[in-house]
Each structure stands twice: as structure tokens, then as C-alpha cells.
């Protein structure tokens, strides 16, 4: 595993881990979740697997989480934007932007980082095309007010897609049916709304691991979308 601090314009860091086989073909960013981490289980999952099939992952902490560098951070929306678009450009300046064997960036988004992402790739400048998203907090406005944090301003996903759906990324969505975190109506409503593939788990909740297969079958999913 590699080690690989970077550092923002701000000037707060971005600590990340990286897994990155020697048949690189594609790098994947793995944006994780509330009160969770680069070492998160659903990271270590995909680093376990992802890589024999010609993936670098690349798992980063949030801002306000994880180790000490990040944890220093205020948890805004534009911070989490702006660490992703530092672990993007590290990607893109460490591997190349260009010429047919420079490795496509993709992205995995889990809860609360699914909801980032989706508001990254709506909002920012951004080089991939493909993300997939597990457990995706899409109503984490809603989800925020009744943990009291009415006060912050978050932006409505539902809304902001209504608006500036980013029309060249696939997505594909896979959420647990049990999931008591993020209902899975409310996934159902925005992929049906806005036309993305939705894979449900029966018998898994927020972290669709209950069943020993289920999070190998995540990642194969993400596999799939990855190699289109």
C-alpha cells in the first residue's frame, strides 16, 4: 500500500492510500462516507479487489475525518469539493491527461461521499465520466436537518440535477432494501427520475455487507460500469 499526503490551495492536507497494480489500466477515487475514512471497510473491499482486475483505487479522508491532517478541516461542501478535485488533478498530473494508454479516472462514492460526488460532477471541472455510487445519501439535506443541523446550507440534489444533470457521466446506483440510514425510496425516486441503473440488496442495510458475497458483488458492479 502507498502512503501519499497532498496539500490543498487553502493549504489543509489531503491524506491518502493507494493500492496500484502493476497492469494499471484505470484509477478509481473512493469517496467515503459520514464519520468514516480512507480505512474505511468498503475502501479496504475494493483495494482487496479492484486491483486485480487493472485498477488503482485511491481512498482519501474528507475533510473533518479520518487522521489528523484532514480532521483539522471545517466539513463544508466546497471543502469536500475542493479535496476531491486535489486527489483528481494529483491523478491526472502523476499518470497523464493525455495519449491512449493515460488511465481513465473513475469514482466510487459511498453515502454522504456518493452525495459529494454527484455534486462534483454537476458543479466542478472534472476528467472522468464514470461513478458509482453506493448507499448514496441523494436527500443528505433532509437527513442533516433531522440530526438539527438546519442551519447549513446544503445543496437539494434533486434540485440541482432538475438543473445541471451532467449528461456525460455514467452512473449506476446500488443501495441495501433493510438500509435505515438512507431509505431506499428515496434512491429509487431520484434513479427513476433522472434514468440511472439502481442495483437493490435484499437482506442489506447502509453498509451492504450483512452477506459475505454482497460487498464482492458491489465491486464487481463497479467493475462493470468501470470497463464500459
Known sequence: MEKILLQKQNGCAVPVIAEIPADLQKLVIV????DSSKESENAANLMRILPGKGFGVFAYDQPHHGSEQA?????????????LACVEDYLAERFGTDGTDTPEICYFGSSFGAYITCIYLSTRPH???KAFLRCAAVNFPELAAQEGAEDVELPDLFALYDRAKPEN???AFA??????????????????????????????????????????RVAELAAELYTR
Open 127 to 129: 476528467r472522468g465520466e
Open 71 to 83: 480532521a483539522k478541516e471545517e466539513l463544508t461542501v466546497e471543502n469536500c469539493l475542493d479535496s
Open 169 to 171: 457521466v455514467q452512473m
Open 175 to 216: 443501495h441495501g432494501a433493510n438500509d435505515s440510514t438512507v431509505k431506499v425510496e428515496a434512491v429509487i425516486t431520484f434513479t427513476e427520475r433522472f434514468a440511472y441503473p439502481l442495483t437493490i440488496f435484499p437482506g442489506e442495510e447502509h453498509t451492504i455487507s450483512n452477506f459475505p458475497e454482497s460487498p464482492i
Open 31 to 34: 469517496i467515503h462516507g459520514y
